[in-house]
């Protein structure tokens, strides 16, 4: 049985430990990366998770949501991940959708 509804709360949980769960999947997962800003660590994590596992459905919010910073932009676009069309949303946009993982990427996010 698939684990549902699972939240995995870490601050030091790294981007490729995150991509490392999920390239193997073979079913679509819907995932959302939570973050404060949702500016950059989690704007990374959606473009790695995406780039490594097609199968999932990445979403990524935040609390207080900020523009997406330029310099995960340029972060990405130098390992060839383009999220500069990317946008920060609320975290309350996703509230009727049933995730099959929840990541927080910052302290802040798991409260």
Do not use: W
């Not at 999920?22 to 949702?38: D, E, Q, S």
């Amino acid at each position: 049985m698939e684990p549902r509804n699972t939240l995995i709360r870490s601050s030091a949980f790294t981007m490729l430990g995150l991509l490392g769960l999920f390239i193997n999947h073979l079913t679509m997962r819907k995932v959302l990366i939570l973050c404060t800003g949702n500016s950059c660590r989690s704007q990374m994590a959606d473009g790695l998770l995406l780039s490594f596992s097609p199968n999932t459905k990445v979403y990524s919010a935040g609390t207080k949501p900020e523009k997406v910073n330029p310099f995960a932009i340029k972060a990405m676009s130098q390992i060839g991940i383009d999220i500069s069309k990317n946008t920060s949303n609320r975290v309350d946009e996703y509230t009727d959708i049933d995730f099959d993982y929840v990541f927080t990427v910052c302290d802040n996010a798991q409260e």
